[in-house]
């Protein structure tokens, strides 16, 4: 996936957008500085060949030693504005690719997103995206200049002599085979160090993701050794890599003598034959030094453009990835808020999970998830919240698939509570404004009140505006639910989903959050998932999830009187509540 006959170079430009004028200036301004880089060659010949013919005239010596002086500074300025456009042209499109990828993470299934390494997808959209930073600066102007200034100075060459020519021309055989060399195998080796540059990042990432777990149960010997095998095998791969291209890069660095090689014995002898002038002869030799020095320049760049490559197709995996197709605009009309359910099946990977699951939420109604762990509870919250794409089956809202509503236009109506509880790391105020960015102060903190968290955040070193760490680190399980619970009430969606949402809350908490949560979604349409059933058991109707299946479903007085599932577990939940009582 991800590439096509343009290769990632033509993939880059595709993507700089307006700033593709750029590079095309960079291209013009590198022409320049290439040319005042050789023009000064024939002013130096010009100066021996007047010494050797001895000329006196000092003041044709100054003039062409003052054109030389000025033209070198010019090949150094044009040289610089050169990179300097293509930095920002290089920084523009960075930021572009930057932007897809991660609009491009929103569109794609959340399964394909989460299944990735850990932190495989941030070192690619972040550092990998970034290294390739220099090389997209600097390939048009080195390769206008590596490729320019040989052809320029060949073609000189041929118009004093083709046999000289021809001498000359030996180098550009002798890089392809180079080159060639360097390419051969490059994917294997730089793939290797690519993965276990990946491999290192995911330990450490992993590490430090675990570090509780690590020092509870005493991992971190292990932990560290895993860590040290992956840091082995990078070094390793990495030294095998350079260890190639710097044989490689020596071979290049012997293309100068070669060419020097049959340029010196070819031009002698006609020059001792009187078949070319000595200046001729010294003229040609300076322009061989002149024509080796950007073809090397541009093989040295061959390895960076080589793992420009690698990093393009990474990137391109992302951003060419499949994603959950949504139209742009809404065409048709939704009509009411019952949310159906139609035979749904769901696989993660290849493991069927849901087995044709229908149901039908009435809109503006109280619909509750119960079952056993593990039962596909959350998968059928997760599908409604369109988080993945069925497998077959469909989910409607009032009437439309919701495949057919826009991703904006669903997610509005939506607001949904995960048993994760992210929070960002940012401010509590911030974390609970996301839910409605054009919220005021005291709105965010009616919300608080309403969800219990107020008097906690109140408690916090700076109130509102204390910053709640990583993954909200610094709040305890419960003051994370609530402050997310608090979000989701402040977006005002038609539809709220709760998802274990007052898990780790205490009772106290827990009943002040289910009657604001009760009087906050009058109208709306509820969906819970709860283990602790007595939560739950005021609602419209219950459907028990069983292996992927709706085993029951029900009020909870219809389902107690079957006898069945939940009225099992409902036992279970009242025996172990008098449990707690009895402590
Ligand atoms: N991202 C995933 N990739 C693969 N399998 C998954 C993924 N998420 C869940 N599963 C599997 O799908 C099944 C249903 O999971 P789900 O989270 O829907 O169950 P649940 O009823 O909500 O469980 P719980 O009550 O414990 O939260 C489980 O067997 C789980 O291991």
């Known amino acids: 996936m991800g590439k096509d006959k343009n290769g990632s170079f033509g993939w880059l430009l595709g993507q700089s957008g307006e700033r593709k004028g750029k590079f095309v200036l ?124 040989p052809i320029i100075i060949l073609i000189y060459a041929f118009t004093i002599s083709w046999k000289l020519g021809l001498a000359a021309l030996i180098t550009v055989p002798l890089g392809l085979v180079c080159y060639a060399l360097m390419m051969f195998g490059y994917e294997e080796n730089y793939g290797r160090t690519v993965r276990a540059t990946k491999a290192l990042n995911a330990v450490t990432t992993e590490y430090i993701n675990g570090i509780e777990v690590i020092k509870v149960f005493g991992k971190a010997q292990s932990s560290y050794e895993k860590f040290a095998a992956a840091a082995k095998e990078s070094a390793a791969s990495f030294v095998d890599w350079m260890r190639k291209c710097n044989v490689y890069m020596t071979f290049a660095m012997c293309i100068m003598p070669a060419t020097m090689l049959s340029v010196l014995p070819i031009g002698g002898i ?188 109140m408690g916090l070193e700076n109130g509102y505006d204390t910053v709640v760490g990583t993954s909200g680190g610094h709040l305890s399980g419960g003051e994370r639910q609530r402050i997310s619970i608090a979000r989701a009430m402040l977006k005002n969606a038609d539809i709220v989903i709760l998802d274990e949402a007052t898990a780790y809350t205490d009772p106290e908490n827990e009943a002040v959050i289910q009657r604001s949560v009760a009087k906050l979604v009058e109208g709306k349409t509820l969906i819970v998932i709860a283990h602790r059933l007595s939560t739950v058991k005021n609602a419209d109707r219950l459907y028990v999830i069983n292996d992927g299946n709706i085993a029951e479903q029900g009020t909870h007085d219809e389902l107690l009187s079957k006898g069945g599932l939940y009225s099992s577990m409902w036992a279970a939940h009242i025996s172990a509540k008098d449990g707690e009582e009895d402590v």
């Open 26 to 149: 960079s291209v013009i301004l590198a022409a320049v500085s290439t040319l005042c880089g050789i023009v000064p060659y024939y002013f130096i010949a010009r100066i021996v060949k007047a010494l050797l013919a001895g000329s006196t005239d000092k003041g044709a010596y100054i003039t062409d030693c003052v054109i030389i002086l000025v033209l070198w500074l010019g090949r150094s300025l044009f040289h610089a504005l050169s990179t300097a456009n293509s930095h920002l042209a290089t920084f523009h499109t960075l930021a572009v690719i930057r932007k897809k990828a991660l609009d491009k993470l929103a569109k794609m299934p959340l399964g394909d997103v989460i299944s990735q390494p850990s932190g495989a997808l941030k070192s690619t959209i972040v550092e990998r995206i970034d290294s390739i930073e220099t090389t997209l600066a600097h390939i048009l102007p080195e390769f206008t200049t590596g490729i320019g200034a």
């Open 270 to 457: 006609m020059a001792m034959r009187g078949t070319i002038s000595n200046t001729d002869f010294i003229t040609v030799i300076i322009l061989t030094v002149g024509l080796i020095e950007p073809l090397i320049g541009v093989m040295s760049y061959s390895d960076d453009i080589a793992q420009m490559d690698t990093i393009v197709t990474e990137v391109r995996n992302i951003i060419d990835a499949p994603e959950m197709v949504r139209p742009e605009k809404l065409t048709k009309t939704i009509k009411g808020g019952d949310i159906v359910l139609d035979n749904v099946h769901f696989s993660y990977s290849d493991k069927e999970i849901l087995h044709g699951i229908s149901m039908t939420i009435h809109g503006g109604g109280f619909a509750a998830f119960v079952g056993p762990s593990g039962s596909g509870k959350s998968t059928v919250a997760r599908l409604i919240a369109s988080l993945w794409d069925v497998d077959s089956g469909s989910i409607s809202l009032g009437g439309v698939d919701i495949k057919d509503i826009p991703f904006d236009e669903y997610n509005k109506r939506i607001a949904y509570v995960s048993q994760d509880n992210f929070l960002f790391d940012l401010t509590v105020r911030e974390n609970i404004r996301l839910g409605d960015r054009t919220a005021t102060d005291k709105e965010v903190e009616e919300a608080a009140k309403k969800c219990g968290c107020h008097d906690f955040i």
